[in-house]
């Protein structure tokens, strides 16, 4: 049963710190998103990958946010510095193509104190 | 602008008793209409997609159909198992990639 998974499931740091979450997209999937999901937002869209290269992170705070995809089997969201309304769960998800269907993974609970 | 409205926000219902949530978008070109589960402390967990107006899909007690402004999630005969989240979503438009609602919070009560 294949399925994008997430690491750590949950995350508690302070302010300041670094913080790195990692995603293992469906194996044969060519796309990769990082979404955030609050109460208020709903999910945004923070980046997207398609072949590892980035297409879009218009989403994602320059200042203090980055992604990667080191290669095929990881990609990577880093915070540095993190803030308290930085906290959120954020989401990987995996597919075929940017408007295809996206299956995503369990997500990263993020508590910045 | 493209985007992605759902209705109601929340829905309470009594087991058995059927009901619809609304998914209504404007997008320029449309190129699938996704439904999504939402249970909570998980990720989406895929239901539908629709491509063209007059599809209807149909898992279990649930149906999706389609027009060209908008989707119904129709639940037949609601169980407590169905309470979750449903998410919309379509993709299409001036956005490369999917535009999601805000989601409906479904609880069925016993």
């Known amino acids: 049963d294949a399925r994008v998974t997430q690491t750590p499931r949950h995350k508690v740091t302070e302010m300041g710190q670094e913080v790195t979450m990692r995603c293992q997209p469906i194996?044969?999937?060519?796309?990769v998103f990082w979404y955030r999901q609050t109460m208020m937002q709903g999910l945004e869209l923070l980046a997207y990958?398609?072949?590892?290269?980035?297409?879009?992170d218009s989403g994602m705070p320059k200042d203090r946010f980055s992604a990667e995809m080191p290669d095929a089997t990881l990609a990577t969201l880093k915070i540095q510095p993190s803030e308290p309304r930085d906290s959120a769960v954020y989401f990987c998800?995996?597919?075929?193509?940017?408007?295809?269907?996206?299956?995503f993974g369990p997500g990263t609970r993020l508590t910045v104190l | 602008e493209d985007q992605v409205t759902q209705s109601p926000e929340a829905l309470r219902l009594q087991e058995g008793e059927s009901s619809s949530l609304n998914c209504s978008y404007t997008?320029?070109?449309?190129?699938?209409l996704f439904w999504y589960r939402q249970d909570p402390g998980k990720g989406p967990e895929f239901l539908f997609t629709?491509?063209?107006a007059g599809e209807e899909k149909e898992k279990e007690r649930l149906k999706a159909t389609l027009t060209k402004k908008e989707s119904f999630l129709h639940i037949t005969a609601p169980k407590p198992e169905d309470s979750a989240t449903y998410l919309c979503?379509?993709?299409?438009?001036?956005?490369?990639?999917?535009?999601f609602g805000k989601g409906t919070k479904l609880s069925v009560k016993p």
């Open positions: 998800a995996s597919g075929l193509g940017s408007t295809d269907t996206q299956y």
């Open positions: 194996l044969g999937h060519n796309t």
């Open positions: 990958f398609r072949n590892r290269a980035p297409l879009d």
């Open positions: 997008v320029s070109g449309l190129r699938g």
């Open positions: 629709l491509y063209s």
């Open positions: 979503a379509v993709g299409g438009g001036s956005q490369g990639n999917l535009i």
